[in-house]
């Protein structure tokens, strides 16, 4: 199981906090974010797909060419803002 992780206005919009997704056939953060789209709809795929969602990998930064494993967590979070 690969457990995914929403933080700020993504958990908002998107009504949870966390999903976990089997990891079978899932090799990269891209494949997360596909199959979070097909699994939960297409308004998660236009959200997690939009250019300034971070990603970590087990909290670390990562692309979304980012190997991922079983039992890994996929966190996403929009950019930290501030001042």
Known sequence: MIKVVLFANLREELGTKSVCLESAGLSDVQDVI?????EQG???LELLTH???LVAVNQEIMDRDAGVADADEVAFFPPVTGG
């Open 34 to 38: 596909e199959k979070l789209g097909d």
């Open 42 to 44: 297409a308004n998660w």
């Open 51 to 53: 250019d300034n969602i």
